[in-house]
């Protein structure tokens, strides 16, 4: 992916908002979590069937080898992949960061039931605009967050920026599958039979709407790893996950 092409993700991906209205994508995102956040555990389990669970294993199993001491979750929503990580890994310290004080709430609430205050630190927090050093963290995971960067090149750079030399960064996000007939069973699911579930069950049916907009606008695969490439990671690489529905990315630095 040359300049251009990365230019123009960029531009793409900060004109997908999840409401019409005034404000940019960073307000209108926190705005669209902090709407849903009392339900969105619940959503997650319905609309994945679970397997968002299984996928969330997975992206935290590729740090087993590393045994990181220090780690950054960012865009952490309510927590699960900060208690994954700490229970995962008991000697290690999470700190999750999100811009949605909704999410951030449950996801305390969460941590402060499994007894894991020691283990987990939750923070209000820009991923894109981090308030940590360079070379500050042993490894970085993100789970369906890049998606709603309003800046997608920044926020990379801003991880990359603060995990070690050598450091693991793990990137689970939607994709798109590109077999038929998945790939037109997910454009119909993910276009129109979501949205319904969301708005029956959220009462925000954008969220839902902008879910499929993001991900159709996001720049999955081989291109994702160009971007990768661009910010500095070295090394990097996906894994596909369910047929293509969601991918993982691990890139050292």
């Known amino acids: 992916m040359g300049i251009l092409s990365l230019h123009l993700t960029r531009q793409l991906m900060e004109e997908i908002k999840p409401y019409r209205e005034e404000g940019g994508k960073k307000q209108q995102v926190a705005k669209m979590f902090d709407n849903i ?3 969105y555990d619940l959503l997650n389990r319905l609309l994945s069937l679970g397997i968002d669970r299984r996928w969330r294993k997975k992206a935290i199993s590729l740090l087993d080898h590393d045994r990181p001491g220090l780690v950054l979750d960012a865009a952490t ?34 941590i402060a039931k499994k007894n894991l205050e020691k283990n987990i630190e939750l923070a209000y927090g820009d991923s894109e605009s981090l308030d940590y050093p360079d070379n500050h963290f042993d490894a970085v995971t993100v789970a369906f967050g ?20 050598g450091g693991t960064t793990v990137i689970l996000e939607f994709s798109k599958p590109r077999r038929f007939p998945l790939k037109q069973s997910f454009n119909l699911y ?29 720049p999955d695969y081989e291109r994702f790893l160009s971007v990768l490439r661009e910010v500095g990671y070295k090394k990097s690489e996906y894994i596909i996950l369910t047929a293509g529905i969601c991918c993982i990315y691990k890139a050292q630095k």
């Open 190 to 218: 993910f276009k129109h039979i979501l949205p319904t579930i969301g708005k029956l069950t959220s009462k925000d049916p954008r969220a839902y709407k902008y879910l499929y907009e993001s991900v159709q606008a996001f």
């Open 146 to 165: 890049v998606r709603n960067f309003e800046n997608l090149e920044k926020g990379l750079r801003e991880i990359y920026r603060v995990v070690k030399p």
């Open 77 to 110: 929503g309510t927590a699960d992949v900060a208690i994954e990580i700490a229970e995962r890994m008991p000697d290690a310290k999470v700190i999750g960061v999100d811009i949605s004080t909704k999410m951030l709430e449950i996801g305390k609430s969460k």
């Open 37 to 39: 956040a009392w339900k």
